[in-house]
């Protein structure tokens, strides 16, 4: 227990992370669109960096490729796939200590780590890839009690430039209007709460360098309930001015709905999908 406490120490500085969760707690909580807070220089110094370091390349083995209409990035979610320093980070942001933390920053009691990392892990988009708006799946898909409530998003990119695009955009709960723009600079950490509504993507096509991507750590807090919340799917949504794309939003949001019910009723993950996207698409990343 020591030597882990001394390992998480090396990473986050756990009273700074404390003091500074209470001190924007209630900024966070009466955010507009919907609660969330950026935190910049959120890991330390070196830890920072010995994290961008080890991100390893899409190229590498166990990556999953997310390429449909309403998406065009790369997760890598196996622990055992996942290099060592870049596993420490993640068990330090799901350690007991930091989810309680969370839980007071965001007044969401009883907030569970997903150590699975369904969905989470490493993110990484290259050029020309985006994520279009959306509100995220509700319920855990293989823990039918367990609701999504809140997400951490930790970006590791070193030199990112504006021109570059790749902001995260929060949109109003109507969707008729972008709300917040944050950019993934490097060391930099967003929360927010995910709820039915709580629109948010970067639906822009990433313009780094060809030899840059857009780098993140993707984990999601689950609050257990004692009965079963409702199931929705991702739900992906049409911006104004998006015209006749809508359509290929919403068609495609059906599609990723039933996949989303076979993988809860039959147990399979995404890996399935990334090699049935990827084979559909010509075997392009």
């Not at 709960?173 to 709300?179: F, G, H, L, P, T």
């Not at 639906?203 to 009965?227: G, N, Q, V, W």
């Not at 199931?231 to 919403?250: C, E, F, S, V």
Request: glycine residues 6%; hydrophobic residues 35%; charged residues 25%.
């Amino acid at each position: 227990m020591i030597q882990e406490s001394t390992r998480i120490r090396s990473i986050l500085d756990l009273e700074k992370i404390k003091t500074r969760f209470a001190e924007q707690a209630q900024s966070y909580q009466q955010a507009s669109p919907f609660p969330f807070a950026r935190f910049d220089d959120f890991l330390e110094p070196e830890a920072a960096r010995a994290a961008m370091g080890a991100f390893p390349k899409v190229e590498d083995e166990g990556w999953i490729h997310y390429v449909h209409v309403n998406e065009k990035k790369h997760g890598l979610n196996k622990m055992d796939s996942i290099p060592p320093y870049l596993q420490e980070v993640i068990r330090a942001l799901n350690s007991d200590a930091f989810v309680q933390y969370l839980s007071q920053l965001t007044g969401i009691p009883g907030l569970k780590a997903d150590h699975s990392l369904e969905g989470g892990g490493l993110h990484q988009s290259q050029r020309g890839g985006y994520l279009n708006i959306h509100a995220d799946f509700t319920v855990h898909p293989h823990k039918r009690n367990w609701r999504r409530r809140v997400n951490l998003l930790l970006y590791l990119n070193e030199g990112w430039k504006p021109e570059y695009k790749g902001d995260l955009e929060l949109w109003s709960r109507d969707m008729k209007a972008c709300e917040a723009r944050i950019s993934p600079v490097f060391n930099r950490c967003v929360i927010f709460n995910t709820d039915e509504d709580s629109y948010h993507g970067l639906p822009e096509p990433i313009a780094c360098p060809e030899d840059m991507t857009r780098k993140s750590i993707a984990l999601y807090y689950f609050t257990e309930e004692d009965h079963r919340p409702k199931k929705r799917a991702t739900n992906y949504r049409a911006r104004p001015g998006d015209g006749l794309k809508a359509a290929l939003i919403w068609a495609d949001k059906q599609m990723v709905n039933v996949y989303n019910t076979l993988k809860g009723w039959l147990g399979i993950n995404d890996d399935f999908v990334s090699k049935v996207l990827n084979r559909l698409s010509g075997g392009k990343k």
